[in-house]
């Protein structure tokens, strides 16, 4: 089955750029979503579709995936993003639905 | 708003069945795939299984390895997982989520635990 790999954690000063990386195998070939996770509280979608926002997360956060890497970039990072964030990729030829093992997004 | 809340949860020994349910408002249920989304503190975030919006299409994490089935009540507004043969591996926070296309998961509920010890 298809693996996904994340760094387990960012640390980042408020105001500043975290940028939290997803590879796999050809992973610019497939679709990938983007979780934010607060303690005790269910994921919120915050990018689909490599790049797209659902309406109501801030253009802060910001998807891409080119050269066998997705990345989530939050620009100008505040306390209250400090989250686990999880990359969601859909193999496509299984039909199932993969989470990396998230990223701890620490706000210093 | 979309609202989507799990119960059914509970303490359950090894080798015994389960049945979750899961209560869709605010969207026209019938119109929604779904999904079982499951969370432990070891493993993280594991899909589970996908039904879709006539129930005439699942898919199954390899883990579930027969032992559970997804269904849906579009009368009634639910989705179910019965899972059968637990195991203590299978100890989780089980989330209800809908199918945001692309094989996103655009609304989540608040979870219901399943703890299966002996």
């Known amino acids: 089955s298809y693996l996904v790999t994340q760094s387990t954690s960012v640390s980042v000063a408020p105001g500043q750029t975290a940028k939290i990386t997803c590879g796999g195998p050809?992973?610019?070939?497939?679709?990938v979503h983007w979780y934010q996770q607060k303690p005790g509280q269910a994921p919120v979608l915050v990018i689909f579709y490599d790049e797209d926002r659902p309406s109501g997360i801030p253009e802060r956060f910001s998807g891409s995936n080119s050269g066998n890497m997705a990345s989530l970039t939050i620009s100008g990072v505040e306390a209250g993003d400090e989250a686990d964030y999880y990359c969601q990729v859909w193999d496509t030829v299984t039909a199932h639905r993969v989470f990396g093992g998230g990223t701890k997004l620490t706000v210093l | 708003q979309v609202q989507l809340v799990e119960s059914g949860g509970g303490v359950v020994q090894p080798g015994r069945s389960l049945r979750l349910s899961c209560a869709v408002s605010g969207v026209i249920f019938s119109d929604y795939p779904m999904h079982w989304v499951r969370q432990t503190p070891d493993k993280g975030l594991e899909w589970v299984a996908f039904i879709s919006h006539d129930g005439t299409n699942r898919n199954y994490a390899d883990f579930v390895k027969g032992r559970f089935s997804i269904s849906r009540d579009n009368s009634e507004n639910r989705q179910y997982l019965q899972m059968n043969s637990l195991t203590t591996e299978d100890t989780a926070l089980y989330y209800c989520a809908s199918d945001g296309g692309g094989g996103s998961f655009d609304h989540w509920g608040q979870g219901t635990l399943v703890t299966v010890s002996s």
């Open positions: 050809d992973i610019e070939r497939k679709i």
